[in-house]
T-cell receptor
């Protein structure tokens, strides 16, 4: 296992279009997280899953955003009707079930909305 | 409201010297703290963590110190190497959640 994998690495889309990102976590990890990072800021939490259950969502996750993790394996993050303010790096991370263990991040998907 | 603060946006250090990166937090419920390193166009890489029951954790050249009374943690890198040049983020978590709150990062430049 080579770590957390995200696809695509870069996405340029026109405003109003829908986009979907994929994350494959480390295989033995059952927790999966999505974060968003904009220039000059640290990553901001969006949502997380334990297995297939979405357990927490941030207020940042508007109704245009939806995340799924069918069968508790890979996850997808969809943004509908993209806006220029959605331009950011979208980061996926995974961790084990144990409390107080580190999360491992993927390389991110850079979204640019034009 | 920024619960985790990194007040120094940048730091330059000579190769071989000590780098000290600082982080302050406001939420006394935080019980787990981490440091991540990030290179451009890559995701954050985990460096070191510390639980609130400890005041120091060491891993090779990296040591994290936690001062709970001051709500302050610091990352020491000794000796600093040019490959350490990156943006460093501190993060914190608290009981009942698994998400992290990140600071805004400090850009470290190690000069050869």
């Amino acid at each position: 296992d080579t770590g957390v994998s995200q696809d695509p690495r870069h996405k340029i889309t026109k405003r109003g279009q829908n986009v979907t990102f994929r994350c494959d976590p480390i295989s033995e990890h059952n927790r999966l997280y999505w974060y968003r990072q904009t220039l000059g800021q640290g990553p901001e939490f969006l949502t997380y899953f334990q297995n297939e259950a979405q357990l927490e969502k941030s207020r940042l996750l508007s109704d245009r955003f939806s995340a799924e993790r069918p069968k508790g394996s890979f996850s997808t993050l969809e943004i509908q009707r993209t806006e220029q303010g959605d331009s950011a790096m979208y980061l996926c991370a995974s961790s084990s079930t144990l409390r107080n263990t580190e999360a491992f991040f993927g390389q991110g998907t850079r979204l640019t909305v034009v | 409201d920024q619960q985790v603060k990194q007040n120094s946006p940048s730091l330059s250090v000579q190769e071989g010297r000590i780098s000290i990166l600082n982080c302050d937090y406001t939420n006394s419920m935080f019980d787990y703290f981490l440091w991540y390193k990030k290179y451009p166009a890559e995701g954050p890489t985990f460096l070191i963590s510390i639980s609130s029951i400890k005041d120091k954790n060491e891993d090779g050249r990296f040591t994290v110190f936690l001062n709970k009374s001051a709500k302050h943690l610091s990352l020491h890198i000794v000796p600093s190497q040019p490959g350490d040049s990156a943006v460093y983020f501190c993060a914190a978590s608290w009981p009942g959640t698994y998400k992290y709150i990140f600071g805004t990062g400090t850009r470290l430049k190690v000069l050869a």
